[in-house]
């Protein structure tokens, strides 16, 4: 018996709102048109599609550590290092470029001076440098056009930034620093749910200018391995040898991993059981497609692993038992061969 399309696309907004974070969707008016819940599933089935034919990831993240240097000082060495001492052009948020070493004195003076001004050591950050960056073979000018949008409109609301655009790595990535605090003197606080959103904005703006791009968590793809930090990124790019290992994760780090992807795996269970029992014959493939998506997740990888270590470990515990076995049977060996005419060889002496 199939189920009712009304019934599978409640259900696909069920699962789907588990996996996937939509931050238009969830901002709603008091009252929905009917259109609405038409245009969510729409929104969903193009998330879950994307994310089924595994489209290229976007990659952003804060690089200033709040424990490091703050204040103009650490801001002036950023400048000059994303502007390669003035020789890459800057854009800030009027869209007037900076380029040269004057120019770039011109603009810190401007950041130091201008609005609420900017200490020359501070104990907290005055800036935040974000780093927007996708994979190898992306389209360059199509990064930095959607890198500018993106910031238009996450800090259009007269905060000063500056971003520059990198043509010198194989990954295209935009530097973008944005000041702490805004016109009105509020100073931004982004938490993980502001993070996700600034993906997911900056991969909406990627599809604007023509780029299959995605906004996934690690978690809704079964991903283990989270994004190497940028310092092991430029120690790679040069060649060095990492000065650090990482060992391998033993069998209880293996079950917290498994269990912090169950959620995921439970929600893509119930979308696979939806679609595979709808009347559409387009949603049966789609249920297939979820099915091959999630054997071939990296966490599933580790699954078969863990359970020989669980085996292993289930036998080590069993060995001191069977070691005691083997040497009270040596001992008995050795017994007879002292005293082959004893009858008495297992008796303790």
């Known amino acids: 018996m199939s189920f009712p399309k009304t019934w599978v696309d409640q259900m696909l907004l069920n699962w789907g709102d588990r996996l ?9 008016a008091p009252r929905m048109s009917r259109g609405e819940p ?38 002036r060495h950023h400048l000059r290092y994303i502007s390669r001492n003035g020789k890459v052009e800057l854009e800030d948020q009027d869209g007037m470029t900076v380029l040269g070493r004057e120019a770039l004195h011109d603009l810190t003076d401007a950041w130091r001076l201008g609005g609420w001004g900017i200490p020359e050591e501070s104990r907290r950050r005055e800036v935040f440098n974000v780093l927007l960056s996708m994979p190898p073979g992306t389209n360059r000018q199509a990064v ?21 655009a990198h043509d010198d790595e194989a990954h295209p990535h935009v530097h973008l620093s944005v000041q702490v605090r805004g016109p009105d003197g509020k100073r931004l606080n982004p938490r993980k749910q502001d993070l996700l959103r600034w993906r997911e904005r900056f991969a909406h703006q990627l599809r604007e200018h023509g780029v299959e791009a995605n906004a996934t968590a690690r978690l809704a793809r079964g991903e283990t391995r989270r994004y190497p930090k940028q310092a ?34 439970a929600a893509w269970r119930g979308i696979a059981h939806a679609m595979a029992g709808s009347e559409s014959e387009a949603d049966h493939s789609l249920a297939a497609a979820v099915s091959d998506f999630v054997q071939t997740m990296p966490v599933q990888h580790g699954n078969s692993s863990m359970e020989r270590n669980a085996r292993q470990e289930q036998q080590q515990h069993r060995k ?9 049977a040596d001992r008995h060996e050795g017994q007879r061969e002292l ?11």
């Open 20 to 28: 996937f974070h939509d931050p238009l969707r969830h901002v709603r």
């Open 38 to 75: 038409r245009r969510d599933v729409r929104r969903m089935r193009e998330q879950l599609a994307r994310t089924l034919r595994r489209t290229p990831e976007v990659m952003v993240k804060i690089t200033n550590r709040a424990s490091g240097a703050q204040g103009m000082g650490a801001l």
């Open 144 to 164: 930095r056009d959607a890198a500018r949008a993106f910031a238009a409109e996450e800090f259009g609301d007269g905060r000063r930034y500056v971003f520059a």
């Open 232 to 265: 092991v990124v430029h120690m790679v790019a040069r060649g060095d040898a990492l000065r650090y290992w990482r060992p391998e994760p033993d069998y209880a780090a293996r079950v917290a991993l498994w269990s912090a992807h169950s959620g995921a795996l």
């Open 320 to 328: 001191p038992a069977h070691a005691h076995e083997v040497r009270c």
């Open 339 to 349: 005293f082959p005419d004893d009858p008495y060889t297992g008796v303790e002496r």
